[in-house]
């Protein structure tokens, strides 16, 4: 509805480049606003510039590193179970012993998921390292124009996600190689081999 007025002046305002967070969010929230005529205050500034350019190629890349991270995510959940089912499968004969001197299926389990427990923590960490390696790299790169801006943010959320993928790898991985074995006799899986 807002039309440019012929006799309407412009008025420009400079400001330093500050973090100063109250200041700017005071300026932004304030300024950045939509008058009853529809009339708008921008704040141009080569930082606001580039960070729109960021925000609409990041925008329009979502979906493809949606589905690159699904996709390295299955790829390692399953080498992470292929990983732990074929070093318990390889056990058979250790697990038919256990059995034999009266180990209960829980107890083979427990001695399986500590072991694939280590595995995952191990994997865990250096997730997590590269992770934050990354994220900090990619933010020192892309954030050097824009006054120090994180553009990624790798923060208590992403390490709980990693973390119970982990843990549902480890679980799912321990469970199903152990189960099937532990079911059968001592003497077959002893046999096994």
């Given at each position: 509805n807002?039309?440019?007025?012929?006799n309407?002046?412009i008025?420009?305002?400079?400001i330093?480049?500050t973090?100063?967070?109250t200041m700017?969010?005071?300026l932004?929230n304030e300024?950045?606003?939509a008058?009853?005529?529809?009339?708008?205050?921008m704040?141009n500034s080569?930082i606001?510039?580039?960070?729109?350019f960021?925000?609409?190629?990041i925008e329009?890349?979502?979906t493809?590193?949606l589905?690159?991270g699904i996709?390295?995510?299955?790829f390692?959940?399953?080498?992470l179970?292929?990983f732990?089912?074929v070093?318990i499968?390889?056990?058979?004969?250790e697990?038919?012993?256990?059995?034999?001197v009266?180990?209960?299926g829980i107890d083979?389990?427990?001695?399986f998921f500590?072991?694939?427990?280590v595995i995952?923590?191990?994997?865990?960490?250096i997730?997590l390292i590269?992770?934050?390696?990354?994220?900090n790299?990619?933010?020192?790169?892309m954030?050097k124009g824009l006054?120090?801006?994180n553009?990624?943010?790798?923060?208590?959320?992403?390490?709980l996600?990693?973390?119970?993928?982990s843990l549902?790898?480890?679980?799912?991985s321990?469970f199903?190689p152990v189960?099937s074995?532990?079911?059968?006799?001592?003497?077959?899986?002893i046999?096994a081999l």
């Amino acid at each position: 509805n807002y039309k440019i007025d012929k006799n309407a002046t412009i008025a420009g305002a400079f400001i330093y480049n500050t973090k100063d967070t109250t200041m700017l969010n005071r300026l932004l929230n304030e300024n950045y606003t939509a008058n009853e005529d529809d009339s708008t205050i921008m704040i141009n500034s080569y930082i606001m510039d580039s960070l729109d350019f960021v925000n609409d190629f990041i925008e329009t890349m979502t979906t493809v590193f949606l589905w690159t991270g699904i996709v390295i995510a299955i790829f390692a959940t399953l080498l992470l179970f292929n990983f732990i089912s074929v070093s318990i499968t390889n056990k058979k004969k250790e697990i038919g012993i256990l059995r034999a001197v009266g180990a209960r299926g829980i107890d083979v389990f427990k001695i399986f998921f500590s072991e694939s427990f280590v595995i995952v923590l191990i994997c865990f960490v250096i997730s997590l390292i590269g992770n934050i390696v990354v994220c900090n790299v990619i933010n020192a790169q892309m954030g050097k124009g824009l006054s120090g801006v994180n553009l990624l943010v790798f923060g208590p959320k992403s390490i709980l996600l990693i973390l119970g993928i982990s843990l549902l790898v480890s679980i799912i991985s321990t469970f199903l190689p152990v189960y099937s074995i532990a079911k059968k006799k001592p003497v077959d899986s002893i046999r096994a081999l």
